[in-house]
């Protein structure tokens, strides 16, 4: 079967950063996504990574190797307003979305 | 101003009636999408349409029908048959739903409680 693993939580502090995981197991891959979603709203687009490599936006990053089906989004310099759930989602063989269930960010003053 | 629309934002209706959401889009975008949200997992798919006049199901279309009459239009009828139909619920759109990076963009959502 298809699965994407996130932590379920993560706290951090304020001006500090976080690196949140994202491992999958898909049928096939057509590239990773990285939304943010604010708790009763809809998610954002944060990030899409295709290739191996850093992708960096800002504040936010986002790694991508292939060959360990592994992702992470880096967050640097946190702010109150990143407290969110992050979502990573693989585009497989069948080009549709596989989304793991989120990373709920507290950040703490 | 661009973007997707869903309303309403909140619904409450009783068990065995059927209620249609609403989802509008004037992005131009051939994709649409309807995402179903439950706590603690992740997005899935409901139903998707690639192109006017066609849709296909996702992973868990039972108890679900949508249309797609126009372009900019993706009702979702969730209907009695649906087994536990309270939940938040995601329209989203996107440029081809077929190549390139063609990121979804989201409506603010629609939260259906079943009583």
């Known amino acids: 079967g298809q699965n994407i693993d996130q932590p379920t939580e993560m706290t951090a502090t304020e001006g500090a950063i976080v690196q949140i995981n994202c491992t999958y197991q898909t049928s096939g891959f057509n590239g990773l996504f990285w939304y943010q979603q604010h708790a009763g709203e809809a998610p954002t687009f944060l990030s899409y990574n295709v290739l191996d490599g850093l992708e960096e936006k800002g504040r936010f990053s986002s790694f991508l190797s292939r060959s360990k089906g592994y992702s992470y989004l880096l967050l640097k310099e946190l702010q109150m307003k990143d407290s969110a759930s992050y979502l990573c989602a693989v585009r497989d063989s069948n080009y549709q979305l596989i989304w793991g269930a989120g990373t709920k960010l507290i950040i703490k003053p | 101003d661009g973007g997707i629309t869903q309303s309403p934002k909140y619904l409450f209706r009783k068990e065995g009636q059927n209620v249609t959401l609403s989802c509008e889009q004037n992005?131009?975008?051939?994709?649409m999408y309807w995402y179903r949200q439950d706590p603690g997992q992740g997005l899935r798919l409901i139903y998707y349409s690639q192109i006017v006049n066609d849709f296909q199901k996702g992973d868990i279309a039972e108890g679900y029908s949508v249309s797609r009459e126009k372009k900019e239009s993706f009702p979702l009828t969730v209907t009695s048959a649906q087994k536990n139909p309270t939940a938040f619920y995601l329209c989203a759109s996107s440029i081809t739903g077929t190549s390139g990076p063609d990121t979804q963009y989201f409506g603010p959502g629609t939260r259906l409680t079943v009583l």
């Open positions: 992005l131009n975008h051939d994709a």
